[in-house]
């Protein structure tokens, strides 16, 4: 079994901070304590409020959130919490004794996106604390979840993102005929709680926040002002859509952007005129001559 590892991650609020793990620590259930009683279910929680300086605890998916009093800073505990969460986990400790008594309902509605060929499906509940895609039941070795769909013949490829899957699916079919029977499968199989991805899958693919922010860190200037532009300007559109857009190099010679794109942006035929129109004329109108062209690559 996978060793964890746990990460200090900063939030909005300087009174709270995320301590993010390599696997999960809840399937698909969310638990906050105020106080020691609270957190009678959580054996964890109860560790961490013998911290003087603990307010508030918060578990949910692969990270603890922790809330503190203003006696410490963060900068002078937060190693150590990190280190004492780290080990507990890896002795074995429980994180919750909680069940949930009734099966939570979970709502799943269907999206067209601009890919005729892509339909989002959107969940009331958070899935994922990354972005995944798997383009054949071999790449999904690492999601059950996306493997299970592989199950029906007409699907080609999955991504996922927090609240959503999109669904990209063969012409041999038309989406009125399998809608429903999508919508039905990934409602049922979020309300028995089974695994989404298994607990490495970010940790294997590179993708827990520790592993994104040192290969941000290992860039050059140029690439990290494009990576900027493109998660507060570029990436919430896209994403609304059912798809996302990776950055993948830059080429200081040429100033040639590449940019991965993935599940609804992925193949879409209206793709590489958004990518002309919109990403590179953003990026040439922010950035200057720093960039000549813009390249894309589906996921």
């Known amino acids: 079994m996978t060793a964890f590892k746990v990460f200090p991650q900063e939030t909005s609020n300087p009174k709270i901070l995320k301590f993010e793990a390599n696997q999960f620590l809840t399937q698909h259930d969310s638990f906050e304590y105020s106080n020691i009683d609270e957190a009678k279910g959580s054996p964890l929680a109860q560790q961490l409020f013998y911290l003087p300086f603990v307010k508030k605890v918060y578990i949910s998916g692969n990270f603890v959130a922790i809330e503190r ?26 994180i919750t004794t909680e069940k949930s008594k009734t099966k939570e309902a979970v709502t799943i509605y269907a999206e067209s996106t601009p890919n005729p060929s892509v339909l989002k ?4 509940k958070n899935l994922v604390p990354v972005t995944f895609e798997f383009n054949s039941i071999e790449e999904a070795k690492l999601s059950p979840f996306a493997t299970a769909l592989f199950q029906f013949p007409f699907i080609k ?43 490495n899958a970010s940790e294997s693919l590179e993708k827990t926040s520790a592993q994104l922010n040192q290969a941000y860190e290992n860039l050059d200037d140029t690439s990290k002002e494009i990576i900027n532009i ?11 859509d059912g798809g996302n857009i990776v950055f993948k190099s830059y080429d200081p010679e040429t100033k040639l952007v590449k940019v991965i794109l993935q599940g609804a942006c992925s193949g879409c035929p209206s793709s590489t005129f958004t990518l002309k129109n919109g990403i590179e004329n953003m990026l040439k109108e922010m950035m200057g001559p720093k960039i000549e062209s813009v390249e894309a690559f589906n996921g």
């Open 69 to 94: 009093f203003d006696i410490v800073d963060w900068e002078d505990v937060k190693v150590e919490v990190a280190t004492q969460i780290e080990s507990y986990l890896n002795k074995g400790g429980e």
């Open 121 to 124: 499906f959107v969940a009331n």
């Open 157 to 199: 490829s999955v991504f996922l993102d927090r609240n959503y899957v999109s669904i990209t699916k063969f012409d041999v079919i038309e989406w009125n005929d399998i809608t429903l029977e999508l919508r039905t499968f990934i409602k049922n199989y979020i309300e028995d709680k089974k695994e989404m991805v298994t607990n």
């Open 230 to 240: 493109l998660e507060q300007y570029i990436r919430p559109a896209v994403a609304s």
